[in-house]
């Protein structure tokens, strides 16, 4: 995945969802490793929260960092299995305008090469709203380094090619 180190870096505001029932700041691992991992590749935290595992509460929050201009993109961690308290997904369907499918199908398809078909339980995904990226990834820790390290490091950095979502980004809102 070539880095073109010629082209400028262009920071992108991301703020970051834990979604669990249990977590706190004293306990959120994924959370944190998320946050650490996007101010290591040079992008700001926006934001950074940790709501229970309720579709309403969760769109709440989508919805004022979708509105908010300062926010480019939303990254969740928690809520995308398949257990009933599991509802990020559900909240997502609620505020995406445009489902990215093949960040879900890139995340199972790198997360199968290290736990096998237990990643057929895993509902990560991607999209657009209102001009935001939003991705959803599950819980674990491991997880958040493999969404991050195996694919939003590089869709995320402007200087990734053949192509980037940053490149598109003054575009999302086109009609």
Same mark, same amino acid.
């Given at each position: 995945m070539p880095i073109v180190e010629t082209l400028p870096f262009l920071p992108v505001n991301i703020a970051?969802? /834990?979604v669990s029932d249990t #977590? @706190?700041?004293?306990n959120?691992?994924?959370g944190a490793t998320l946050a650490a991992r996007i101010t290591e590749a040079g992008h700001q935290l926006a934001d950074r929260r940790i709501v229970k595992d309720d579709a309403g509460a969760i769109e709440a929050?989508?919805?004022e960092w979708i509105a908010n201009p300062a926010i480019d993109c939303v990254i969740t961690t928690g809520g /995308?299995?398949?257990?009933? #308290? @599991?509802?990020?997904?559900?909240?997502?369907?609620?505020?995406?305008?445009?489902?990215?499918?093949?960040?879900?199908?890139?995340?199972?398809m790198l997360s199968y090469q290290k736990i096998g078909t237990s990643t057929m339980q895993s509902r990560a995904m991607g999209g657009v709203a209102g001009g935001t990226y939003i991705?959803?990834?599950?819980?674990?820790?491991?997880?958040?380094?493999?969404?991050?390290?195996?694919?939003?490091?590089?869709?995320?950095?402007?200087?990734?090619k053949p192509c980037n979502l940053v490149e598109l980004m003054p575009r999302l809102n086109e009609k």
């Amino acid at each position: 995945m070539p880095i073109v180190e010629t082209l400028p870096f262009l920071p992108v505001n991301i703020a970051v969802l /834990t979604v669990s029932d249990t #977590r @706190d700041l004293s306990n959120d691992t994924s959370g944190a490793t998320l946050a650490a991992r996007i101010t290591e590749a040079g992008h700001q935290l926006a934001d950074r929260r940790i709501v229970k595992d309720d579709a309403g509460a969760i769109e709440a929050i989508l919805r004022e960092w979708i509105a908010n201009p300062a926010i480019d993109c939303v990254i969740t961690t928690g809520g /995308t299995g398949i257990t009933g #308290r @599991d509802v990020t997904p559900e909240a997502f369907e609620r505020v995406v305008d445009k489902k990215i499918e093949g960040f879900g199908e890139l995340f199972r398809m790198l997360s199968y090469q290290k736990i096998g078909t237990s990643t057929m339980q895993s509902r990560a995904m991607g999209g657009v709203a209102g001009g935001t990226y939003i991705f959803a990834l599950p819980g674990s820790t491991g997880a958040c380094k493999d969404g991050w390290d195996d694919i939003l490091k590089f869709q995320l950095d402007s200087r990734h090619k053949p192509c980037n979502l940053v490149e598109l980004m003054p575009r999302l809102n086109e009609k």
